[in-house]
Every structure is written in structure tokens, then in C-alpha cells.
């Protein structure tokens, strides 16, 4: 129970410092508006037309499947550096975590997310 009790402390002080430091930017920071400060900046450039549009949605999903297999490298790196002392379990598992990357793999593929419109 005093682990938890130490976890506890660490989370609330990291918390308050956290709120502090907030505060006391938002006290000390100076406040003095104006017109340039309070324009949209577009590289130097002054925007034509509405400034809120819609992106397409390819530019996030290439990201997400890109995060998709960096994770998958994170999760992979530990397990081959103990494959020998961790046993024919953790290469199971290995391979049902694989598999079930190659399925979302085939799914984002059948779907034509990859294709570029």
C-alpha cells in the first residue's frame, strides 16, 4: 500500500506543480493586444478567402497507418532483443500480434485509403 501511497504524492505534486507553473506564466506574461499580434499568420502572407477549410482526410489516415507501423517497431524491438529467454509463448504471441497488423493492413488496402486521389 505505500507504493501506492508514493505514486499518489508524486501524481498530486506533479499536478499542482504543473497548475502552478500555468499560473504564474499567465500572471507574469505581459498583455498588450494589438492588431498584429491578434492576425492570423499565414508565412508573412495576409489570407484570401475563409481561412477555416477542410483538409483531406488521405494527408491523416497516411499518418495514422505510418503510426500504425512505427508502434508496431516499438512493440517488436524489445521482443527480438530477448526472443531466446522469453519461449515459444512469447513467439506465439508475436505472430497473433503480426497477424493482426497484416489484417489492418488488408483492410486499409481493400478500402483503397493507400490510393492517392
Known amino acids: 500500500m505505500r507504493d501506492y501511497i508514493i505514486i499518489g504524492v508524486f501524481l498530486i505534486a506533479s499536478a499542482v506543480f504543473g497548475i502552478l507553473l500555468l499560473l504564474i506564466s499567465t500572471l507574469l506574461?505581459?498583455?498588450k493586444p494589438n492588431k498584429e499580434k491578434l492576425s492570423t499568420y499565414e508565412c508573412g502572407i495576409e489570407t484570401k478567402g475563409p481561412t477555416w477549410i477542410r483538409?483531406?482526410?488521405s494527408y491523416f489516415m497516411y499518418a495514422l497507418i505510418f503510426m500504425l507501423f512505427d508502434i508496431e517497431t516499438v512493440f517488436?524491438?524489445?521482443?527480438?532483443?530477448k526472443f531466446r529467454a522469453l519461449g515459444i509463448f512469447a513467439f506465439i504471441e508475436m505472430i497473433i500480434f503480426i497477424g493482426i497488423l497484416i489484417i489492418g493492413l488488408w483492410y486499409v488496402w481493400k478500402e483503397a485509403v493507400l490510393k492517392w486521389k
Open 29 to 31: 506574461r505581459p498583455k
Open 55 to 57: 483538409f483531406n482526410v
Open 76 to 81: 517488436l524491438l524489445p521482443w527480438a532483443v
